[in-house]
């Protein structure tokens, strides 16, 4: 990448950009659509096509479709005959997360879009890689964050997204800006694949070892059915120390050293996020310090699907923070005697059929509550020490490579985003 010195500017309704730059309106480079104008809710159905929306955006940046709720085809014909989505489609949160953004990248299976995003469908007279830098660019988003109506439910319109502005240089210019841009993108995404795939192959081996029992030959009787001969059935109450976050003021959500890892630093589904990191300045105990591959476990929820209630996270080091504690919307589950049991019980925490169990001791309308004995109450199969030591060494390598992975993503990431604003000003050419 050259740079070069710009020594005359022009002022614009978006501020100084160089004086060979443009400035239009987002709708006349893209077409802006709403992918439910009716805004008819669909039935939701059990087993049917994927309805995602907002709260479907994964860490990666992608739209997680197969956690999301279901509907039947008849809507996401509707939707496919009304645009199209190709692999330069940007999903635009314009609906409770307004300003997320996703990549909306074509699927083998057909799925549908709720009205919480907006799709963004660049047109031939901009470079597309570069259109979507622009979305990500502060003076963007202070476009936007001007323009949010509703408190509860923060919104953004269609018509006011199509008549943000943005600037656009010469189309060379874009290409470069574009180009440099995605290829920091493209390795944080391959690091994000390599990522997901690490989790896989752990929750792979989890399965075949103690869910489908694969090699065993011998089973006997137990409250859980037929279990491995020598395995034994037990309680989380006598294996975890559960210890509650700390309670908290908003006066001391102040710059600090140290952190609050929060209900948001739990994904939907489970894992964990730095994007939950409140900067803290107050009162804690040392038992409420959260150290990597520490568990974590939500004890409130605010969505409406109960899609974050008794799912788990491991933490993980921060570049940022240097100390970590757990809020009080959350629970910290540390094995009491065997170190061998947190990668063992983390993977359990992620079952379906722990959930169900969750279910039971929820309570709650528009927030939800996870009871006292939840946790503590679950009876779960204990294997024998040996085969728990295998499977510990197995993962935490795997575990391992999962947390190396996402300190260079944030290395990049924050390269990224230094670069972004000087590049979308034009204090820096390319």
């Not at 995605?182 to 192959?201: D, G, P, V, Y």
């Not at 090699?215 to 037929?226: M, Q």
């Not at 939907?268 to 803290?280: D, H, M, P």
Request: charged residues 25%.
């Amino acid at each position: 990448m050259k740079s070069k010195t710009i020594q005359e500017f022009k002022e614009t309704e978006i501020g100084k950009i160089p004086t060979d730059w443009e400035v239009t309106e987002l709708g006349n480079v893209a077409d802006v659509i709403d992918p439910h104008p009716s805004h008819r809710a669909p039935q939701i159905v059990e087993n049917g096509f994927p309805f995602a929306g907002i709260g479907d955006i994964a860490e990666d940046g992608t739209i997680d479709v197969l956690s999301s709720r279901k509907i039947g085809e008849e809507f996401v014909k509707q939707q496919e005959e009304s645009y199209t989505i190709d692999e330069f489609s940007i999903g635009y949160g314009r609906v409770g997360t307004v300003g997320k953004i996703v990549q909306l990248r074509t699927q083998t299976f057909r799925y549908a879009l709720s009205p919480t995003l907006a799709v963004i469908n660049p047109k031939n007279s901009i470079d597309k890689k570069f259109l979507n830098s622009v979305l990500h660019s502060r003076q963007f988003s202070n476009q936007v964050f001007a323009r949010i109506t509703g408190t509860t439910r923060p919104t953004l319109g269609i018509q006011q997204l199509r008549k943000l502005l943005i600037m656009i240089p010469p189309i060379d210019e874009q290409k470069s800006i574009g180009k440099s841009l995605s290829e920091l993108t493209r390795k944080i995404q391959n690091l994000q694949n390599q990522n997901h795939t690490l989790e896989q192959i752990a929750q792979a081996i989890f399965k075949s070892w103690f869910v489908d029992f694969d090699g065993v030959t011998e089973f006997e009787d137990s409250e859980l059915g037929k279990i491995p001969k020598g395995w034994s059935v037990d309680k989380f109450e006598n294996h975890l120390e559960l210890t509650k976050g700390v309670s908290y003021k908003s006066k001391e959500l102040m710059p600090s050293n140290k952190a609050l890892v929060s209900l948001k630093s739990i994904n939907r589904g489970g894992g964990y996020t730095e994007r939950g990191l409140k900067s803290f300045d107050g009162k804690y105990k040392d038992n409420q310090i959260v150290y990597e591959n520490d568990i974590v476990i939500a004890q409130t929820d605010l969505t409406q699907d109960a899609s974050v209630i008794g799912k788990p996270a491991l933490i993980r080091k921060s570049n940022e923070f240097n100390v970590l504690i757990a809020s009080l919307d959350l629970i910290i589950a540390r094995p009491k005697n065997n170190e061998n049991l947190k990668f063992y019980i983390y993977h359990i925490l992620l079952t379906n059929k722990f959930q169900n169990h969750i279910y039971g001791y929820t309570n709650g309308t528009n927030v939800l509550h996870l009871g006292k004995d939840g946790i503590p109450n679950y009876q779960f199969l204990l294997p024998p020490k040996k085969i728990l030591e295998k499977f510990n060494q197995l993962v935490s390598t795997l575990i391992q490579n999962n947390h190396n992975n996402h300190c260079h993503i944030q290395t990049l990431t924050k390269t990224r985003d230094a670069l972004l604003p000087k590049l979308m000003s034009g204090e820096i050419r390319v």
